[in-house]
C-alpha cells in the first residue's frame, strides 16, 4: 500500500488542507485541530461546541496554510459571484496578549486555552449569524481516556525510556519523574490520526448513484491510504501500520460516525438526495463495534509509535510513501471512551 492523501486542519471543524508532506509528532500532524470554534449561547454565556454534524455552515469555510499564518475564507452562496477578503490568524498565536479560558470536549476534563478574541471572533460571528468563540489550545493539553486509547504498554516509566516521544508528552503534573508519562491530544476527537482507506471508500460509493460518489473528504481523515492488496473494511482489524519501512502507527479504536457525513460542503446543509443518507445507507452493515452499536465504522483512529528513529517521535510522511501492516488484531477492537 502506499499514502495517497494527507490532511490537517489548523481550525476544527473547516474544511480541511491537503498536504503533500506532514511532519508527525507526538499529537499527530502539526498545528492539526490547535484551534477550536463555540457557540455562545445566550444569555448564560455557556460555551458549544461547534462541529460539523451540529453545525453544517463550518463546512463552508475554507482555510489555508502560508508561512505562520492560517487564510480563512468563507465560501457560503451569498459569495458565489465575489471573491470575499480572508481573514489572517496566526498559526501560533502570542499566548501573553490573550485571556485564559477553560474549554471541555467530548468528556476530558475541562482544558485551559486561550482566547482569541477580537478582530477574530467578530469575524466569524458574523457570517455565522450569532455570537462565537475561537480557541486556541496553546499549551493547554486533553486527557486521552478509555482503556483501549492510547495504545497499552506506551505510558513506561521515565526511567526506561530515552527522552523522545514520552519526554515531549508532559503528565499532567505527577510530581514524580519515574511516574508514567500521560499522552495527551489537541482539539482531534479521541486521538492524534485518523486513518481511513481507498478500498473501503470505493464500497461507499458504491452504495450511491455512479454519478455521486462519496468523497474522502466528508470522513475528515489525516493519513488516507490506498488499500491495494486489501479488501474493503480489511482495516477494522489493522493494529499496526509500518511507514517507509521503519516509522510505525499503532491503530488503537475504530471512529464511529454522525451526520456530519450527509452534510453538503457546498450548501453548508444536509445533502439532498442519496448523498443526504450516506449514514443511513452505512448503518445497514457497518455497525460493527460493540462499544457503539447505533454508529456505523469508518476508519480506525492510531498514536505514533514511541521513540521514532531518535527524533522524538517525529518524522516526515509524504504522500505516495510505501506502507504496510505489520500487526492484525483477531478480533476488532471495542469502543471505549468514556461518555461518549
Known amino acids: 500500500m502506499e499514502t495517497k492523501s494527507l ?13 503533500q508532506s506532514a511532519r508527525i509528532g ?9 484551534f477550536m470554534l463555540f457557540q ?7 460555551l458549544k461546541k461547534m462541529q460539523v454534524d451540529s453545525h453544517p455552515q463550518c463546512a463552508l469555510f475554507e482555510q489555508r496554510l502560508s508561512d505562520d499564518t492560517i487564510s480563512v475564507r468563507y465560501r457560503g452562496p451569498e459569495h458565489k ?3 470575499e477578503e480572508s481573514l489572517l490568524i496566526p498559526l501560533t498565536p502570542d499566548t501573553a496578549t490573550l485571556s485564559r479560558i477553560n474549554v471541555n470536549l467530548h468528556g476530558s476534563a475541562p ?6 478574541g477580537t478582530p477574530y471572533e467578530d469575524w466569524f460571528s458574523a457570517r455565522f449569524g450569532f455570537p462565537v468563540k475561537l480557541v486556541y489550545l496553546g ?17 513506561k516509566p521515565a526511567a526506561e525510556t530515552k527522552g523522545g516521544w514520552l519526554s515531549s508528552l508532559t503528565s499532567y503534573v505527577t510530581g514524580k519523574e519515574e511516574q508514567p508519562k500521560k499522552p495527551w491530544i489537541t482539539f482531534t476527537d479521541v486521538a492524534p490520526l485518523l486513518v481511513t482507506s481507498e478500498s473501503s471508500l470505493h464500497d461507499v460509493s458504491t ?9 474522502m473528504y466528508k470522513f475528515r481523515p489525516n493519513i488516507v491510504v490506498d488499500g491495494q492488496g486489501e479488501e474493503a473494511w480489511a482495516e477494522d482489524l489493522w493494529a499496526e501500520l509500518t511507514v517507509d519501512t521503519k516509522h510505525k502507527l499503532l491503530l488503537t479504536g475504530n471512529c464511529v460516525r ?15 438526495g442519496e448523498l443526504g443518507g450516506v449514514l443511513k445507507k452505512l448503518m445497514k452493515d457497518r455497525r460493527v463495534d460493540a462499544g457503539s452499536k447505533w454508529s456505523p465504522v469508518f476508519g480506525r483512529y492510531a498514536f505514533p509509535a514511541a521513540d521514532q528513529d531518535d527524533q522524538g517521535g517525529y518524522f516526515e510522511l509524504r504522500v505516495g510513501e510505501e506502507v504496510e501492516i505489520t500487526k492484525r488484531n483477531t478480533e476488532r477492537t471495542v469502543w471505549d471512551w468514556p461518555g461518549l
Open 258 to 272: 454522525c451526520t456530519s457525513l450527509n452534510v453538503d460542503y457546498e450548501t453548508g446543509k444536509p445533502a439532498a
Open 81 to 83: 459571484d465575489h471573491e
Open 139 to 155: 499549551d493547554g493539553k486533553r486527557a486521552v481516556l478509555g482503556d483501549t486509547l492510547p495504545p497499552k504498554g506506551q505510558q
Open 40 to 46: 455562545i449561547s445566550e444569555p448564560d454565556g455557556e
Open 7 to 19: 490532511y490537517v486542519y489548523p481550525i476544527k471543524a473547516l474544511r480541511g488542507i491537503k498536504l
Open 111 to 116: 482544558s485551559s486555552a486561550y482566547s482569541m
Open 207 to 215: 452504495r450511491l448513484p455512479p454519478d455521486e460518489p462519496m468523497p
Open 26 to 34: 507526538p499529537q499527530g500532524i502539526a498545528h492539526d485541530r490547535t
